[in-house]
């Protein structure tokens, strides 16, 4: 990284109080604070995502502990000593993940391969063990990353999905959610306003898995498995400046582990 790059630090993102209720839910929380390219505005948007993330944890009574991929993790696998994963977003993907090339990516963005590594490692381990998995953005494509799916490189047309040169990246975005799918039926309407600011996405979805929402031009905005608690939202519910309680509604469904429809 850049000596000059800004650095989000833990204390900046941690919950206060760190919550936690005897007996509780414990998430394992995957993200990499610091990638390359890392800008400070971006930093800014990482410290506040973050932060509201782990505050509405704690503010559920859920403890957490933070696995922070901008160091290479000693072992992936210990998110599965927890009862739920919460994989963060950050930095593009690299290409070279789903047989691409990193360097025919017009925008290509934070891209740091080894964190993928320990990131997709980690999805894999939790999924494997049952544990509920709640994937945002770039989360979302590692999800779909690790079963073998695929990513839209730079999406063109993209005023849909982020703000314009000179405007703010974020920006809200009507999704449509797909009948029939958990996250349907756990928000009750087929049209939902999020927070966007992305320039990827979900291209061919992993065997196994679902169209769960898309955006108006067609890209896919969700993804989940039909009978596992895999979900994964292209959009940030973790974004403060977006609806409250559509982020309460899903991080508690999520902490209850409630698996939804399973046909």
Not at 25 to 43: I, R, Y
Not at 173 to 193: A, I, M, N, W
């Amino acid at each position: 990284m850049n000596a000059d790059a800004p650095v989000v630090r833990r204390d900046e993102v941690e919950a206060t109080p760190p919550g936690g209720t005897p007996g509780g839910t414990s998430v394992a929380v995957l993200v990499s604070l610091n990638f390359p390219d890392l800008t400070p505005p971006v930093a800014d948007l990482v410290r506040r995502f973050t932060g509201c993330a782990l505050q509405t944890l704690a503010d559920l009574g859920a403890s957490y502990e933070l696995f922070d991929t901008s160091s290479p993790l000693a072992d992936p696998t210990a998110v599965t000593a927890h009862d739920r994963l919460l994989v963060l977003g950050g930095g593009d993907v690299s290409a070279t993940c789903w047989g691409g090339s990193d360097d025919d990516v017009p925008n290509s963005y934070g891209v740091d391969r080894r964190a993928d590594d320990d990131s997709i490692a980690a999805i894999r381990a939790a999924a494997d063990a049952g544990v509920p998995v709640l994937a945002i953005c770039r989360g979302a494509q590692l999800l779909n990353v690790t079963y073998g799916g695929t990513i839209v490189p730079d999406i063109t047309d993209y005023v849909l999905h982020r703000g314009g040169p000179g405007e703010a990246m974020f920006l809200d975005e009507k999704v449509s959610l797909t009948p029939g799918t958990r996250l349907h039926d756990l928000f009750g309407t087929t049209r939902l306003t999020v927070r966007s600011g992305h320039h990827q996405a979900v291209d061919r979805v992993a065997e196994g898995f679902r169209v769960a929402a898309v955006a108006d031009d067609g890209v896919v905005e969700a993804i989940e498995h039909p009978s596992k608690w895999l979900v994964g939202v292209q959009w940030h519910p973790e974004d403060d400046d977006g609806p409250e309680a559509d982020r309460l509604r899903l991080f508690e469904a999520f902490l209850s582990g409630d698996p939804g429809r399973t046909d």
